[in-house]
Structure formats: C-alpha cells, structure tokens
C-alpha cells in the first residue's frame, strides 16, 4: 500500500544562467520541507536540459562554495510523460520509476520560470507551485510585464525596449529620454545576470554587448534614485502580501554577486523602516501587481521609493515628497539563506518549513479547482 504521504518533486538547475542559484534554492526547500508530510523527490535538470533522478546522499557538489556548486549528474535519466498518473520515468532503469503527486519547480530564469516547464507540468496533469503558463511568460519579459503593468494604473519607471535584429539609437538620444545613469538588462533574465549601469558611451556599448548575450530583446531603464523596498506575496485568488523590506545594497547595485555570492552585498532591513501609509501602499500595490499579472501562488514584487525635492509651493512643503514605484515582479523568487521572500514571511509570522507547505497546498488547491472545468463541448 503506498505511503499517504505526498511525493514532491523538486525540479532544479536548467537551461538558464541562473542554474547554481536553483541549486540553492532546492538545497534549502530539500532541507526544510516537512518530511512527516511530504517524500522529496530531487530532480535536477542539466545545462543542456537533460532531467536526471538525484541520490539524496550526492545531491549537491560543492555545496559550501556558491561559485563552485553543482549537482551530482551520475544519476538516472528521467522523464515525465503527459496524462500519466504523474509517472515519473526512470529511462535508465524502468522499474525504477516513481509517481508524483505535486511538483515544487524550484527553477529560475528561461526555461523554467518563463512557462515552459509549468506547460509541460500542466500537459502531465500535475499540480504545481506558482504561477501558470501566462503568469510565468509574463513575470519572465520584463517588455510585455512593464507594458501591462503600464495600462493597468501601476506606476513604473520610464523604459525603452530594444531588439537585437534594430539599429542602436544613439547614447545621446537615450541619455536625453532616460537620463544619465540608465540600465541595460536582458528582457527575459533574473537576478541581475546581464545587467549593467550606463554612465557613459562606452559603457552602453559594453552593456548592449553584455544583454544580447543573453536575450535577443533588452531593456533600457531609467535609474531610479532612491530606496529598494520588496514585498512578497502568496495565495491565488485572494493573496496575502507580507511586511515589505528594504535592500541596502553595498555594491554599486544589487548586483548578482550581491545577492547569491556576498553574505556581506546588501543589507536586509526586515521590516523596512517606512511609515504605515507606505506599507499599506507598497502591499496594496504588490497584490494589484500580482494579480494584473496574472501570477499565482507565490511572487516577490520588487519597488523604488523614490525621493524628489520638495516643492516649497506644494502640500509636502518643509518634507521630501516620495513615490512608489514598481521595478519587476519575480513569479520563482529565491529561495536560498539570504532570500528575500521567505525571510519576509518569517517576519510575517510563516516559518520556512510552513511557508513550503501552504505553497504546496495553493498547488493542490488550484489543480482541483482547474480538474472540475470542462474539457469538452457535450
């Protein structure tokens, strides 16, 4: 008779450039999840896409050094095959196979928080956490992200949106539209891989250069002076957002290497320290965000709190005005130690182990809900 537990698969690594940091977003989801609920099943997935059963015991390689982690590829070649009860395939030993119940896809960047993977999850009739197919393609393009969120009333920073196939405007063209200094980003890239800040005209070449290698579309954005708030959500129809906080970042941004690489890249300011007006505003605006969006389950939206000098005529005379804007939403964010989102939470009053088990239960919940539509005319 088989376990009533339910069995998880952590899906980790990828196709992406943001591989090592799954690998340690599943080492922390792997290590906290309850065990007197859940069987976690590891299945990581190469740099060139090949989806490989890991052995617990050799799970991560390296797994102290950031910069030298990788998981152990001595392992079973698996597959998922559509409309299969959640069979997981073993095509190295076919009795080994195994099934699952839900699937955690711990996995950053393209080819798995971009909706790929969760199309594939959907085609065999699995539940999964976060965001669907179009919540994820949305979340992952920060071209059509910034443009919804535009006409939806969400106020965002100024941004100009490039293809690799368009001649390059001139830097004095953009220098007079966005201001000085700007960034350049790959449109469909997380956690800082790609981007770079522009001050003068050889390092918008450079930054051009350094984006297209990872995208064939980029993004220009003004640099917004001013404070980095994040807030995380979490829920579906009716999502809850946490305490905002504040990155203090002691790079020149936050870089990747501030986030994944250097205990010592940023300050976390858990809570940050804003007037309750604020707060309200910052939380009120990461659901509208999250739901314009059309994100599920999980997502950390990202802001600036811009300061401006005072208009000595206006209401905020004698004060320095601000506004809140919305940088990006994050449809996977990080899971590793130093985190963001579930830091958040924990600030909130969810643990990490109880945050992993509600965004489980918001998989199962939604799956349920999607199973009682119809398939067919009659």
């Known amino acids: 008779m088989r376990d009533k537990k339910l069995n998880v698969g952590i899906l980790f690594g990828g196709k992406s450039a943001e591989h090592e940091i799954s690998l340690q977003s599943a080492k922390n989801v792997y290590d906290a999840i309850n065990r007197e609920k859940y069987n976690p099943v590891l299945i ?30 001595e392992s079973d070649a698996v597959a998922l095959i559509p409309e299969s009860g959640g069979l997981l395939s073993n095509l190295t030993r076919p009795a080994a196979g195994e099934i699952l119940d839900v699937v955690f896809p711990i996995l950053h960047g393209p080819f798995g928080e971009d909706g790929t993977v969760q199309g594939l999850l959907k085609l065999a009739d699995l539940p999964f956490v976060g965001s669907g197919v179009l919540g994820s393609a949305v979340g992952m393009d920060k071209d059509m992200m910034k443009r919804l969120l535009r006409d939806g009333g969400i106020p965002i920073g100024k941004f100009i949106v490039l293809g690799s196939h368009e001649p390059l ?21 997380g956690s800082s891989v790609g981007v770079s ?24 954005e003004e640099y917004i002076r001013g404070r ?31 986030k994944y690489l250097d205990e010592n890249g940023a300050i976390l300011e858990i809570p940050a320290k804003i007037p309750e007006s604020l707060r309200k505003e910052v939380q009120d605006l990461a659901i509208k965000t999250f739901r314009i969006l059309g994100a599920g389950g999980l997502a950390r939206v990202d802001f600036f709190l811009e ?12 004060g320095a005005a601000c506004r809140v804007l919305v940088n990006e939403i994050n449809t996977m964010p990080g899971f590793t130690r130093i985190s963001m989102y579930p830091k958040l939470w924990e600030a909130s009053g969810l643990s990490y182990t109880d945050l992993i088990d509600r965004l489980i239960e918001l998989a199962v919940s939604r799956f349920k809900k999607e199973k009682k539509l119809k398939t067919s005319y009659r």
């Not at 003068?200 to 579309?217: H, I, L």
């Not at 809850?240 to 020149?252: F, W």
């Not at 300061?307 to 004698?318: I, N, T, V, Y």
């Open 197 to 220: 800040k522009i001050r003068n005209a050889g390092e918008y070449r450079q930054g051009v250069e350094e984006a297209f290698a990872y995208d064939t579309k980029i993004i220009l």
């Open 169 to 189: 405007p001139a830097f004095e063209d953009l220098a007079g539209k966005l201001g000085l200094p700007f960034f350049i980003k790959p449109a469909n890239m």
């Open 307 to 318: 300061s401006r000098e005072p208009d000595a005529s206006g209401p905020s005379a004698g």
């Open 44 to 73: 990581g997935i190469d740099k060139s896409g090949k989806w490989l059963r890991t052995d617990e015991s050799l799970f991560l390689l390296d797994a102290d050094d950031p910069r030298r982690l990788r998981f152990d590829r």
């Open 228 to 258: 980095e708030l994040e807030c995380s959500v979490l829920g579906n129809e009716e999502p809850l957002a946490s305490a905002p906080g504040e990155v203090i970042a002691t790079h020149d941004f936050y870089s990747y290497d501030a």
